[in-house]
């Protein structure tokens, strides 16, 4: 739980949290660090950003043990903490909830990787700072690193075959005594991605490849932001503009889960994108405010306001009584969020570290499109808290507990069909998809948890609730998934998920070997979950909103070794094991259950500051037999990855990083269970190279 | 000692995981032939005012659920069947009063295999050309099972 307090002190001071070497993914040799929160929490450097890329954040991200990035087509992936994915974990940046299309499984994060300085991800509850969907965990991006000299910048330029992509992205910044600016912009471009394979199966529909290539998975992003700000002794604030647009086609051959031809000629170039497609653009506006008074006590305020837009386009067909419809918008979403955050941090003598805080988020999503999926809703949701920290009396350590209130409010717009649908007594009508329905929801959560350092160990231990709003999806759907072909209805009479987590770290270091074990237990009262039946409704298997009881549990290791100044060893490894204890689907696993997996790697370093590095890793992946409908078993894999990196002093001021790095060296042509096109058997990339250059410019 | 019972612990935990002996049914429902009266079949003609003798046998290793029937035009060539027999297709066309069936069945319940025999009637006034028949049918767990064939529609006269 003091993870928040962290956090709260990470949004407060940018520049003050304790990056941790570049070789260290998690754990720390810094007690103090450690022992301020309770949950376990992983610190990832630009650096190690950098000499990990592969291709996307989250697939840089997901080496770290209890990560996961649930690849969704196209490049992109989505991320997922310990098996909670989408609406149930929050991706937040600079500590404000980022609010893109996170329900849906067919779309990326909308943030420009590139932007980011650093990373922290928690693994565990976060509701006490974060409020609803904060059940698996948080991936807090930091992209508002003050600059410390008058001008500093870095150009980077990467490139990726498996995909063809090119990408370029330019970063300035630079201090002039308390003011400072940032500014960045960003291009990138990639091709149809390829696969180890020349065609594709699907039931029996038989899929022929062009080039190895997934037809029509081109895209092309463009980014930039713009961040000025005043730090000064006792106050500091700053405003950040961002704009991420993404365009990127899907795969043709199945849009979603139907099986399609065209007499689209999607062959004659691996670059266009043709329809069908989606484009996104998320503006983002932020502004962080921190005022310390006597006492050491600080008022944190943050504001913003997100403007997320999404089409999808696709060729008009004609489904059931829908006839052909106008043009090719499927659908658009466009949702504006405010959010307002206000936090207080007091440290006393007698009570310990206070902190309390409240917050408030109002959403407005409209729709368009002949596709309907989720109707137009309004929501409003507010929280407040208040968590201490005490250090213990005899022992090196502390213990935190916090409780939280939140209410939200959602108001869900009625939806009829644009087209008419014969009705029993020989009439026809304009089918009710989404009746206009008001929902309010009480969510009270807490954490208590200790931290504790004897010797060479560090123990935490953390127990806590968490909860989630039923998004109107779930509350409000009710029509055809095109993608996914199949009825989706919604249950109005959803309650608020719930979700108990207890939790530990256990950690052993000393200056050579460093080694942690994370294990957690969680339980859901009442998860949702999107239940196929055995029914069908116009035409299409009925796929029912419905709550059941759910257990899940696991564990994270890392066992780190430092061999003399050069060598580094490293091995990972994570279990997750769900069942459903309730309910149709008792018995059953969630779906996208994250197999065991383990992984190594070896690091040598040499050259002036250790300048140069090689890292080889080898990704062993286990068989996951346990599944749900609609889902298939997926075998276990292993894939051998390398990558060396060398640093370039070009003068005083500049230097230059080159960094090669090599994805499935062995070309192995697997699946990937908790991929979106799992399901369509459309394998994972093969062997693959992504390299990058970012030249660097500090006064 | 300490590291010694630690990695006990790391042991325990990882052999604990692992065992998924699940008694949960994992296996999708089965559309097969029913002999010769096996009908529609892929590349079947049918013509219009008469009628479609549905007849399939369903098998499931636990308990069948339900099932449909969909039958919709292929005037845009847009999809190609489960099977890899290729039909000859008539050129495309726009669909003027295309035939749309869309009808969904109960399965009793308790029934590991299941032939219906269903009587499709063909309207006299739709379009004639190349169509779909598709057959979808679950298991009670939501396994689903897909059949999908190119039919032809041809008018009266023949």
Same mark, same amino acid.
């Given at each position: 739980?003091?993870?928040?307090?962290?956090?709260?002190?990470?949004?407060?001071?940018?520049?003050?949290?304790?990056?941790?070497?570049?070789?260290?993914?998690?754990?720390?040799?810094?007690?103090?660090?450690?022992?301020?929160?309770?949950?376990?929490?992983?610190?990832?450097?630009?650096?190690?950003?950098?000499?990990?890329?592969?291709?996307?954040?989250?697939?840089?991200?997901?080496?770290?043990?209890?990560?996961?990035?649930?690849?969704?087509?196209?490049?992109?992936?989505?991320?997922?903490?310990?098996?909670?994915?989408?609406?149930?974990?929050?991706?937040?940046?600079?500590?404000?909830?980022?609010?893109?299309?996170?329900?849906?499984?067919?779309?990326?994060?909308?943030?420009? @990787?590139?932007?980011?300085?650093?990373?922290?991800?928690?693994?565990?509850?976060?509701?006490?700072?974060?409020?609803?969907?904060?059940?698996?965990?948080?991936? *807090?991006?930091?992209?508002?690193?003050?600059?410390?000299?008058?001008?500093?910048?870095?150009?980077?330029?990467?490139?990726?075959?498996?995909?063809?992509?090119?990408?370029?992205?330019?970063?300035?910044?630079?201090?002039?005594?308390?003011?400072?600016?940032?500014?960045?912009?960003?291009?990138?471009?990639?091709?149809?991605?390829?696969?180890?394979?020349?065609?594709?199966?699907?039931?029996?529909?038989?899929?022929?490849?062009?080039?190895?290539?997934?037809?029509?998975?081109?895209?092309?992003?463009?980014?930039?932001?713009?961040?000025?700000?005043?730090?000064?002794?006792?106050?500091?604030?700053?405003?950040?503009?961002?704009?991420?647009?993404?365009?990127?086609?899907?795969?043709?051959?199945?849009?979603?889960?139907?099986?399609?031809?065209?007499?689209?000629?999607?062959?004659?170039?691996?670059?266009?994108?043709?329809?069908?497609? @989606?484009?996104?653009?998320?503006?983002?506006?932020?502004?962080?405010?921190?005022?310390?008074?006597?006492?050491?006590?600080?008022?944190?305020?943050?504001?913003?306001?997100?403007?997320?837009?999404?089409?999808?386009?696709?060729?008009?067909?004609?489904?059931?009584?829908?006839?052909?419809?106008?043009?090719?918008?499927?659908?658009?979403?466009?949702?504006?969020?405010?959010?307002?955050?206000?936090?207080?941090?007091?440290?006393?003598?007698?009570?310990?570290?206070?902190?309390?805080?409240? *917050?408030?988020?109002?959403?407005?999503?409209?729709?368009?499109?002949?596709?309907?999926?989720?109707?137009?809703?309004?929501?409003?949701?507010?929280?407040?808290?208040?968590?201490?920290?005490?250090?213990?009396?005899?022992?090196?350590?502390?213990?935190?507990?916090?409780?939280?209130?939140?209410?939200?409010?959602?108001?869900?717009?009625?939806?009829?069909?644009?087209?008419?649908?014969?009705?029993?007594?020989?009439?026809?009508?304009?089918?009710?998809?989404?009746?206009?329905?008001?929902?309010?929801?009480?969510?009270?959560?807490?954490?208590?948890?200790?931290?504790?350092?004897?010797?060479?160990?560090?123990?935490?231990?953390?127990?806590?609730?968490?909860?989630?709003?039923?998004?109107?999806?779930?509350?409000?759907?009710?029509?055809?998934?095109?993608?996914?072909?199949?009825?989706?209805?919604?249950?109005?009479?959803?309650?608020?998920?719930?979700?108990?987590?207890?939790?530990?770290?256990?950690?052993?270091?000393?200056?050579?070997?460093?080694? @942690?074990?994370?294990?957690?237990?969680?339980?859901?009262?009442?998860?949702?979950?999107?239940?196929?039946?055995?029914?069908?409704?116009?035409?299409?298997?009925?796929?029912?909103?419905?709550?059941?009881?759910?257990?899940?549990?696991?564990?994270?290791?890392?066992?780190?070794?430092?061999?003399?100044?050069?060598?580094?060893?490293?091995?990972?490894?994570?279990?997750?094991?769900?069942? @459903?204890?309730?309910?149709?689907?008792?018995?059953?696993?969630?779906?996208?259950?994250?197999?065991?997996?383990?992984?190594?790697?070896?690091?040598?370093?040499?050259?002036?500051?250790?300048?140069?590095?090689?890292?080889?890793?080898?990704?062993?992946?286990?068989?996951?037999?346990?599944?749900?409908?609609?889902?298939?078993?997926?075998?276990?894999?292993?894939?051998?990855?390398?990558?060396?990196?060398?640093?370039?002093?070009?003068?005083?001021?500049?230097?230059?990083?080159?960094?090669?790095?090599?994805?499935?060296?062995?070309?192995?042509?697997?699946?990937?269970?908790?991929?979106?096109?799992?399901?369509?058997?459309?394998?994972?990339?093969?062997?693959?190279?992504?390299?990058?250059?970012?030249?660097?410019?500090?006064? | 000692?300490?590291?010694?019972?630690?990695?006990?612990?790391?042991?325990?935990?990882?052999?604990?995981?692992?065992?998924?002996?699940?008694?949960?049914?994992?296996?999708?429902?089965?559309?097969?032939?029913?002999?010769?009266?096996?009908?529609?079949?892929?590349?079947?003609?049918? +013509?219009?005012?008469?009628?479609?003798?549905?007849?399939?046998? +369903?098998?499931?290793?636990?308990?069948?659920?339900?099932?449909?029937?969909?039958?919709?035009?292929? +005037?845009?060539?847009?999809?190609?069947?489960?099977?890899?027999?290729?039909?000859?297709?008539?050129?495309?066309?726009?669909?003027?009063?295309?035939?749309?069936?869309?009808?969904?069945?109960?399965?009793?319940?308790?029934?590991?295999?299941?032939?219906?025999?269903?009587?499709?009637?063909?309207?006299?006034?739709?379009?004639?050309?190349?169509?779909?028949?598709?057959?979808?049918?679950?298991?009670?767990?939501?396994?689903?099972?897909?059949?999908?064939?190119?039919?032809?529609?041809?008018?009266?006269?023949?």
């Amino acid at each position: 739980m003091l993870t928040y307090l962290m956090a709260a002190v990470a949004l407060a001071i940018p520049d003050t949290v304790i990056n941790l070497d570049a070789v260290t993914v998690s754990g720390t040799s810094q007690h103090s660090y450690m022992l301020k929160s309770s949950q376990s929490s992983v610190q990832v450097s630009n650096d190690y950003i950098n000499s990990h890329f592969s291709g996307s954040l989250m697939q840089t991200l997901e080496k770290i043990p209890g990560v996961k990035a649930m690849s969704i087509g196209s490049g992109q992936s989505k991320p997922a903490i310990r098996g909670l994915g989408f609406n149930r974990m929050v991706v937040a940046e600079d500590g404000i909830k980022h609010e893109g299309q996170q329900w849906g499984d067919d779309h990326g994060l909308e943030i420009d @990787q590139f932007s980011v300085d650093r990373v922290e991800v928690l693994k565990g509850p976060g509701a006490l700072l974060y409020g609803s969907d904060a059940i698996g965990g948080v991936i *807090n991006l930091y992209t508002n690193h003050i600059p410390t000299s008058i001008f500093g910048g870095t150009v980077q330029m990467v490139g990726r075959s498996l995909n063809d992509q090119l990408g370029v992205s330019t970063k300035i910044g630079g201090r002039h005594n308390a003011f400072f600016y940032r500014a960045h912009i960003t291009i990138n471009n990639y091709a149809d991605s390829r696969v180890p394979t020349d065609s594709i199966q699907y039931y029996s529909y038989y899929i022929k490849l062009h080039d190895g290539r997934l037809r029509n998975t081109a895209g092309h992003e463009r980014d930039g932001s713009l961040m000025l700000g005043y730090a000064g002794y006792n106050f500091h604030t700053d405003v950040r503009f961002s704009d991420t647009y993404v365009k990127s086609g899907f795969f043709a051959n199945a849009h979603g889960l139907e099986v399609r031809l065209s007499g689209i000629d999607y062959d004659h170039s691996a670059r266009d994108i043709d329809l069908p497609y @989606q484009w996104v653009n998320h503006f983002k506006v932020q502004s962080h405010s921190m005022l310390t008074l006597a006492d050491d006590v600080s008022l944190n305020v943050n504001i913003a306001y997100q403007r997320n837009v999404r089409e999808e386009h696709s060729e008009p067909v004609s489904h059931g009584y829908m006839p052909t419809p106008q043009g090719s918008l499927e659908r658009r979403f466009d949702k504006d969020t405010y959010t307002a955050a206000l936090s207080l941090s007091i440290p006393t003598e007698r009570l310990g570290q206070i902190s309390m805080g409240a *917050n408030a988020e109002h959403q407005h999503n409209k729709r368009d499109g002949w596709g309907f999926i989720i109707p137009e809703f309004r929501s409003t949701s507010a929280g407040v808290y208040l968590h201490g920290r005490w250090p213990l009396a005899w022992r090196e350590g502390n213990v935190n507990a916090g409780v939280r209130f939140d209410h939200s409010h959602t108001h869900i717009m009625s939806y009829n069909d644009w087209y008419r649908t014969p009705t029993a007594n020989g009439d026809s009508a304009y089918t009710q998809r989404s009746a206009d329905q008001t929902r309010r929801f009480n969510s009270l959560t807490w954490s208590v948890g200790v931290s504790r350092a004897a010797g060479h160990w560090v123990l935490k231990a953390n127990v806590g609730k968490s909860f989630r709003t039923p998004i109107p999806k779930e509350l409000g759907a009710d029509g055809i998934n095109y993608h996914i072909f199949r009825y989706e209805k919604g249950n109005s009479a959803l309650s608020a998920e719930r979700s108990y987590q207890i939790d530990a770290s256990i950690i052993w270091s000393n200056d050579i070997v460093s080694m @942690q074990i994370d294990p957690f237990f969680n339980y859901f009262p009442n998860y949702i979950y999107l239940s196929p039946t055995a029914d069908y409704t116009e035409g299409l298997q009925l796929y029912r909103y419905m709550q059941s009881r759910v257990v899940r549990y696991g564990c994270e290791g890392q066992l780190t070794c430092q061999i003399g100044s050069h060598w580094e060893a490293e091995l990972m490894g994570e279990y997750l094991y769900a069942e @459903q204890m309730s309910g149709d689907k008792k018995g059953y696993t969630l779906p996208f259950s994250t197999p065991w997996s383990a992984s190594g790697e070896v690091r040598r370093f040499w050259g002036a500051d250790n300048s140069a590095e090689i890292i080889l890793g080898a990704h062993l992946v286990g068989k996951q037999g346990r599944i749900v409908p609609p889902e298939k078993t997926t075998d276990g894999h292993m894939t051998l990855n390398a990558s060396v990196s060398k640093r370039f002093n070009l003068g005083k001021h500049i230097s230059l990083k080159a960094t090669l790095h090599a994805d499935n060296l062995l070309n192995e042509c697997y699946y990937d269970h908790t991929s979106y096109y799992r399901l369509i058997d459309v394998p994972e990339a093969g062997r693959n190279f992504s390299a990058s250059i970012k030249l660097t410019i500090d006064d | 000692m300490k590291r010694i019972l630690t990695l006990t612990i790391i042991a325990a935990i990882f052999s604990a995981c692992g065992n998924d002996a699940d008694d949960t049914d994992t296996t999708a429902p089965q559309i097969a032939d029913a002999g010769e009266q096996t009908c529609p079949t892929d590349c079947y003609e049918c +013509f219009r005012g008469e009628t479609i003798e549905f007849c399939y046998t +369903f098998t499931d290793d636990t308990e069948l659920g339900s099932f449909n029937i969909e039958i919709h035009n292929n +005037f845009d060539h847009h999809t190609h069947s489960t099977s890899s027999v290729e039909c000859e297709m008539d050129g495309k066309k726009t669909a003027v009063n295309a035939w749309i069936y869309n009808q969904d069945f109960s399965i009793p319940s308790g029934q590991t295999t299941y032939t219906p025999h269903i009587t499709i009637d063909i309207p006299t006034d739709i379009d004639t050309g190349d169509y779909h028949f598709m057959i979808r049918l679950t298991d009670k767990a939501g396994w689903q099972q897909l059949k999908a064939m190119a039919i032809k529609v041809v008018s009266e006269e023949g």
